[in-house]
């Protein structure tokens, strides 16, 4: 079973940027897809982000050209930089790991505990 854990959230204006930290553990030489989900009180998850063991990416269309996911496999550590953050992004956001990349972008069988973003206007 992989552990995750999330940092990096926090408080920020709209416009301005913050990068998401998810470090990994328990999951030896096997390799997983790995993303970030959102949730925003009252509305569905939304996958975000996600990256392959390749190092391929996917991005939802709200996200794009504004987020980055990114990896380090050294550290064992997955990113995500937010850069023009807009009201509309605020939600608790999750990292999550599965041995294929899910369709629909949501669908994880390993999920951290979440961090807190929040943008204001």
């Known amino acids: 079973q992989v552990q995750l854990v999330e940092s990096g959230g926090g408080s920020v204006q709209a416009g301005g940027s913050l990068t998401l930290s998810c470090a990994a553990s328990?999951?030896?030489?096997?390799?997983?897809?790995m993303g970030w989900i959102r949730q925003a009180p009252g509305k569905e998850r939304e996958g975000v982000a996600l990256?392959?063991?390749?190092?391929?990416?996917r991005y939802a269309d709200s996200v794009k050209g504004r987020f980055t996911i990114s990896k380090d496999n050294a550290a064992r550590t997955l990113y995500l930089q937010m850069n023009s953050l807009k009201p509309e992004d605020s939600a608790m956001y999750y990292c999550?790991?599965?041995?294929?990349?899910?369709?629909?972008?949501?669908?994880?069988?390993?999920w951290g505990q979440g961090t807190q973003v929040t943008v204001s206007s």
């Open positions: 999550a790991a599965h041995w294929l990349c899910p369709a629909t972008m949501t669908s994880y069988s390993s």
């Open positions: 328990g999951y030896g030489s096997v390799t997983y897809c």
């Open positions: 990256i392959d063991s390749g190092g391929t990416t």
